[in-house]
Structure formats: structure tokens, C-alpha cells
């Protein structure tokens, strides 16, 4: 008559099987960090890329009749106040990458707020190409956002040139604000997106350390 194997050997025969199942994912091949990580992190670069996108159609669309020299009290104000609330919520998002917060969402937020404060430097070389001799060559929308990349980039191409004080006080402020502001949350964004890549690495060594 077979003798049934010991609840023991049983237990150390299934044990490699288990550990396969803890690796692979329902029904796949492929390791299950990957199959929850990754899709978390493409929904929020998807939902990054239409927010910008709308903010882009947006820029385009508004009436810009509000902001220029005849209003110089109101367009100072905006701007200063926009690029304000931009930095403080770029600060609080290194800060929370630093920090390691779970709750937070670089991956989305940084990529928004970077864009915001490119449209608020467009806008502002919009109002300011109202006024004579400011801005030549700076006419519409396009020119405006244009100009702004081509500063952000630090590309120079010379083709549109700020000829008023003003003009080239706010590419200094942008300038500046690049360096100090935007530099700082695309390093975070890098971190951040690091961290997410390495996660479903992480969790099966620690699954596989746990099971042995």
C-alpha cells in the first residue's frame, strides 16, 4: 500500500510553486508590482498631458482685453501674485517628494504647474507687446508662447528681442524663476518618477525574502 506524504513534505514540496504564484501575476507572465504599478503611473501622466493640453487651448482662447498698459495696477498684480502662488505649490511638492509623502502627486501636479507658469510669462509678453516699441515682432498668442519657450530653453535665437525696460525686467524675473523654481520641480519630477520605477522591483524582493 502508497503511504501519503507528511503534512511536511508536502509543505516543502509545494513551496517553489508558491513562490512562482507570489512572482506572476492572475493569468500572466509578468510580476504583479508591474501589473499595479504601472498602470497608476500611466493614468497620471495621461490626466497630466490633457490638463496641460487644456490649459494650452485655454491660453489661446481667453480675451487678453483685461491685462496690458492701461491697466498696468491689475496686470502687475496678476502677475505677481500668479507666479507667487505658483512657486509656494511647487515648494510644497519638492517638499513632499523629500519627505516621501504617499498622499502627494508629482507626477501630475509639477507638470501642471510648470506649464501655469509658462502661460503666466506668455501672457505677461502679451500685455506687454501692447505697448509701443516694447516687444517688435511679438503680435499674437503663438509669438507670446514662443518667446517664452525660446527664454525657458535659454535658446536665444533673436528674432523677437524685448526693446523696453520692462520687456527685459520680466525675461530676468523668468530667467530667475526658471533657474530657481522650475529647476527645482523638474529634479523632484526625475525623483519622483525614479522612485515609482524602482517600487514593483522593491516589493518582489521582499516578497521573495519573506517567502524563503
Avoid at 500611466?42 to 487644456?54: C, D, E, F, P, Q
Avoid at 507667487?84 to 508629482?106: G, K, M, W, Y
Avoid at 509678453?125 to 516687444?135: C, I, N, R, V, W
Amino acid at each position: 500500500m502508497t503511504q501519503r506524504p507528511s503534512g511536511a513534505e508536502s509543505d516543502v514540496g509545494q513551496e517553489p510553486e508558491r513562490r512562482h504564484r507570489r512572482r506572476a501575476g492572475p493569468g500572466t507572465g509578468t510580476r504583479t508590482g508591474q501589473d499595479t504599478g504601472a498602470p497608476g503611473c500611466s493614468l497620471a501622466w495621461s490626466a497630466a498631458v490633457l490638463v496641460v493640453g487644456a490649459l494650452v487651448v485655454t491660453f489661446f482662447l481667453l480675451p487678453d482685453e483685461s491685462f496690458g498698459p492701461h491697466r498696468p495696477t491689475l496686470s502687475w498684480s496678476a502677475f505677481i501674485v500668479a507666479l507667487c502662488l505658483i512657486a509656494a505649490l511647487l515648494l510644497r511638492q519638492i517638499r513632499n517628494v523629500l519627505t516621501d509623502r504617499e498622499d502627494s502627486h508629482p507626477g501630475l501636479v509639477i507638470p501642471l504647474l510648470i506649464c501655469l507658469s509658462v502661460l503666466v510669462f506668455a501672457s505677461a509678453y502679451l500685455a506687454m507687446s501692447k505697448a509701443p516699441g516694447e516687444f517688435p515682432g511679438l503680435n499674437t498668442r503663438l509669438d507670446a508662447l514662443y518667446f517664452t519657450m525660446v527664454t525657458l530653453a535659454t535658446v536665444g535665437y533673436g528674432d523677437i528681442v524685448p526693446h523696453g525696460q520692462t520687456g527685459r525686467l520680466v525675461v530676468i524675473v523668468q530667467i530667475s524663476y526658471s533657474f530657481v523654481f522650475l529647476t527645482a520641480a523638474a529634479t523632484a519630477l526625475s525623483r519622483a518618477v525614479q522612485r515609482k520605477v524602482r517600487q514593483p522591483d522593491h516589493a518582489v524582493r521582499t516578497e521573495e525574502g519573506t517567502g524563503r
